[in-house]
Each structure stands twice: as C-alpha cells, then as structure tokens.
Nanobody, 124 residues
Framework: QVQLVESGGGLVQAGGSLGLSCAASGRTFSTYAMGWFRQAPGKEREFVAA????????YYADSVKGRFSISRDNTKNTVYLQMNSLKPEDTAVYYC?????????????????WGKGSLVTVSS
C-alpha cells in the first residue's frame, strides 16, 4: 500500500508562485510514474502535470505549460509541482497520484493511488 500526502498549498496573489510537495510512503516509489491533478469548485478533476519514474519525461496540460514545473527526488520519495505566474483560474484542490506501469512512464490511464489533496487559492 502506498500513501501520498500533499503539502504546500495556500493563498497567493495572482502572478505569484507556490510550490507543492507530495511525499510517498513505500520502498518502490522510484518505479512509479507520478502526476498532479486539480479540481476546481464545480468542475471535474483535470490533469495538470506528470513525470516518469526517472524524471526523464515530463508532461503538462496546455493550460499550465511554461508556468508550472514538475520534478521528483526519488531519494526523498517526493514529487514536486512548482507553480509560477499563478492565475485565479488555477484555484483548485491539487492532488498527486501514482500510476504503476510496466516501464515507469506516464500513460494517464488509471491511477493506482491518490493523495487527499491540497487547496491552492489564487486571489485576483
């Protein structure tokens, strides 16, 4: 069983920056592809960013390209999401997720584990 715990959410003004972390339990974290999703009030959960097991491949939603950056540290069992140039429409609960795949790359088909989420609020 893997537990994912997000941290780093909060309130920030538009144009500001915020960093999220997701700490994972379990000895096989380095084999998982990891992703970030978000869910705004009244909207469906949407994909934000993902990273392969080695960090060599990264994927972003068009809405965050050039502003958000995903990274991971397998020695710390942690994945990060650095969010810059934040906009009010980025306001959401942000979730990290783990996808177990045959090659450790991200496919986005079905997540095996989810965190409980961290709220990010961007004021205008």
């Amino acid at each position: 069983q893997v537990q994912l715990v997000e941290s780093g959410g909060g309130l920030v003004q538009a144009g500001g920056s915020l960093g999220l972390s997701c700490a994972a339990s379990g000895r096989t974290f380095s084999t998982y592809a990891m992703g970030w999703f978000r869910q705004a009030p009244g909207k469906e959960r949407e994909f934000v960013a993902a990273i392969s097991w080695s960090g060599g491949r990264k994927y972003y939603a068009d809405s965050v390209k050039g502003r958000f950056s995903i990274s991971r540290d397998n020695t710390k069992n942690t994945v990060y999401l650095q969010m810059n140039s934040l906009k009010p429409e980025d306001t959401a609960v942000y979730y990290c997720a783990a996808e177990i795949t045959h090659d450790g790359d991200w496919y986005g088909y079905a997540m095996d584990y989810w965190g409980k989420g961290s709220l990010v609020t961007v004021s205008s």
